[in-house]
């Protein structure tokens, strides 16, 4: 067997990659559409799946990131069953949205 020592494997390369990008500080495309969607009011991460036209999925784990980042809070639940959290932007979050939103007009 003839393998490579010390080669990364793809998702090291991967891990790496993603560490390198939160430490940029940058949004990702869909981390800016969560913040803009989030703009018109409290959502749940499926209604910002919809509005922003993202995968649930993927709306989770952006809002995860922007919690953890403080870009966004949990503001309270739904009186639906079963119950879920509607998420709204911070002071910070909203002062990042509407720069990301400034910088698109700009790039227009």
Same mark, same amino acid.
């Given at each position: 067997m003839?393998?490579?020592?010390? !080669?990364?494997? +793809?998702?090291e390369v991967s891990a790496e990659a993603f &560490?390198?990008?939160? &430490? *940029? @500080?940058? /949004?990702c495309a869909s981390q800016n559409a969560v913040l803009e969607a989030l703009t018109a009011g409290p959502m749940t991460r499926n209604q910002i799946a919809g509005r922003a036209g993202i995968a649930l999925s993927s709306a989770c784990g952006r809002c995860r990131e922007l919690l953890d980042?403080? /870009?966004?809070?949990?503001? @309270?639940?739904? !009186?639906?069953?079963?119950?879920? !959290? =509607? =998420? !709204? =932007?911070?002071?910070? +979050? &909203?002062?990042?949205?509407? *720069?990301?939103?400034?910088?698109?007009a700009k790039a227009d």
């Open positions: 003839n393998t490579a020592v010390m !080669q990364p494997t +793809g998702n &560490r390198d990008h939160r &430490r *940029s @500080g940058r /949004l980042a403080d /870009l966004i809070t949990v503001m @309270g639940t739904t !009186q639906d069953k079963p119950a879920r !959290q =509607l =998420l !709204q =932007l911070t002071d910070k +979050g &909203r002062v990042v949205a509407h *720069s990301e939103e400034a910088g698109h």
